[in-house]
């Protein structure tokens, strides 16, 4: 879900809440929110409750056509025959991804996410390491063995191999 249905999400949600709680507050006989309905949706005055009424029906449309869609793109065919496609998910790569490093020595932390570049896919590995590594040395040596790993085991040429040092700590992280 991008951000601006999030936005839509929240605003769609909030102004229903508004009006239920506006509603309660008539059912149990306060007045004054009956006044705000009068005049807000009042027959002569269609020039507000038309517009509201259309942008709550196509936000509606649309928040229900995401809640059916469900989660796009976290998967990568990899092989399509007569039977069907075989398809991984990201989820499983990043997972390998995170294995494989953290069984390189001096790696304390790994973070991978996959990303799009143009001639396929990508994947960015951030990582923790100890003082007493060679950054530049091991930065390739993730490169290499994300690269080979991926495609030995589903067959998926990885184009770049993208790795941000964001720690050199000696201790290993806590666990919560």
């Known amino acids: 879900m991008n951000v601006f249905d999030r936005v839509l999400l929240g605003a769609y949600a909030l102004f229903f809440t508004v009006t239920v709680v506006l509603f309660s507050a008539l059912m149990i006989g306060w007045t004054v929110p009956m006044f705000l309905f009068r005049d807000v949706f ?21 928040l229900f056509w995401l809640s059916l869609r469900g989660p796009r793109g976290r998967h990568v065919v990899l092989a399509e025959s007569a039977l069907g496609q ?21 790696v304390r932390e790994v973070k991978p996410r996959m990303m799009s570049v143009p001639q396929g896919v990508g994947i960015q590995v951030r990582v923790s390491v100890t003082p007493d590594v060679n950054v530049p040395e091991i930065s390739v040596e993730i490169q290499n063995r994300v690269k080979e790993r991926v495609f030995a085991v589903t067959g998926l040429s990885v184009k770049a191999v993208k790795v941000s040092v964001e720690d050199i700590s000696a201790h290993k992280p806590r666990v919560e």
């Open 86 to 106: 075989i398809r991984v998910s990201l989820q499983a790569i990043e997972n390998l991804v995170e294995k494989v490093v953290s069984q390189i020595k001096g």
């Open 42 to 62: 009042c027959p002569d005055r269609s020039e507000v409750f038309w517009p509201v009424v259309i942008i709550l029906i196509i936000a509606g449309a649309r």
